[in-house]
């Protein structure tokens, strides 16, 4: 079943209310987003250079710590979609449960999927897929860990995604990186901007390049290069963020135990809560006009991403109550 956050205009037409009271913690997207720069006329009325799309892949190589090729992509989304259809079908296994649309996907590419709860069940597959740390549980795995495993299957995707706060657990801090690795990495999640649809594919030069004949001649747009470009070069901005976010997830964590509800874990961006009734939690949020992140997996779990404003944090701390 391929649900997602984000489904806020379902929310909507279901609990009423003025669209622009509603927030939305359905997503791992940073609500304190990177200040939208100025873009140049060029980046909206003229195709990307070849120029413009290199100084965005050194940003992110820079950002990235990363040595090897770099593809952008209209985020890490157009990366799931077509990693599949790069490598003959066979078997596939995903580390679940996890966001669904890498399961979804290789299915609709022709593999067999089997989802799995272990690491070492991975072992054997043509294709295995890690996200790490995952959504929407934050499980977490050494990179040494998964370094490991790429001798153990065919191909190795790492989904990077919410990654950003915690460059400890990036396959970018290792030294030696095997040809059947790809590692995603997705833009909009951390620097809040998920509209641009940027994110990125790390990988050996050969699969970089076949990946770059299959998505095009521009991959991304103009916008994308130009915001992508600034965003990702700014240390002060990412640091002093990764710092702020750290310290609400204490927070959030705080209102939900006062709520007798237990932290089965998150990252930075998110937090995963055993509830008495996941459905009654999110209706309750709901009519306070605040959406939240169930699955079909669960009768208990309920997602929360973080608030923005100091006026969302205290509509949150007043509906907790």
């Avoid at 890490?76 to 490598?87: E, G, K, M, T, V």
């Avoid at 995903?94 to 272990?118: M, R, S």
């Avoid at 396959?171 to 940027?198: C, D, M, Q, W």
């Avoid at 939900?256 to 809560?273: C, I, N």
Wanted: some cysteine; overall charge negative; proline content about 7%.
């Amino acid at each position: 079943m391929r649900d997602h956050g984000g489904n806020i205009d379902w929310a909507m037409a279901h609990f009423g209310g003025d669209p622009s009271r509603w927030i939305d913690l359905s997503t791992g997207i940073n609500r304190v987003p990177y200040p939208m720069p100025a873009v140049s006329p060029a980046a909206s009325q003229a195709l990307p250079t070849r120029a413009s799309i290199e100084a965005l892949i050194s940003a992110a190589a820079r950002a990235y710590r990363w040595s090897g090729s770099i593809l952008p992509m209209a985020g890490a989304q157009a990366a799931i979609q077509l990693l599949p259809r790069l490598i003959t079908p066979g078997t596939a296994r995903v580390l679940a449960p996890t966001y669904n649309e890498h399961a979804a996907c290789l299915l609709a590419a022709g593999w067999q999927v089997e989802e799995v709860a272990t690491l070492r069940d991975l072992a054997g597959a043509d294709l295995a897929v890690v996200v790490n740390p995952n959504n929407p549980d934050g499980q977490s795995f050494a990179p040494s860990d998964l370094i490991a495993l790429t001798d153990q299957v065919g191909h190795l995707v790492v989904d990077e995604s919410f990654a950003d706060p915690r460059p400890d657990l990036s396959l970018t801090s290792v030294g030696t990186h095997p040809e059947n690795l790809y590692i995603l990495r997705s833009f909009g999640k951390f620097f809040g901007l998920a509209g641009i649809r940027l994110g990125f594919v790390l990988g050996s030069a050969a699969n970089v390049a076949k990946l770059a004949e299959i998505s095009g001649p521009w991959p991304v747009s103009g916008i994308a290069i130009e915001v992508g470009q600034k965003a990702l070069s700014d240390d002060t901005w990412a640091q002093e963020t990764i710092t702020r976010l750290r310290a609400e997830t204490s927070e959030i964590d705080s209102m939900a135990k006062g709520k007798d509800w237990t932290l089965v874990g998150g990252t930075e961006l998110f937090r995963l809560y055993k509830t008495p009734n996941a459905k009654e939690a999110q209706e309750h949020l709901a009519r306070h006009h605040i959406w939240s992140r169930i699955f079909p997996w669960s009768q208990s779990c309920i997602r929360l991403g973080l608030p923005g404003s100091q006026d969302e944090w205290a509509r949150l701390q007043e509906a907790m109550a």
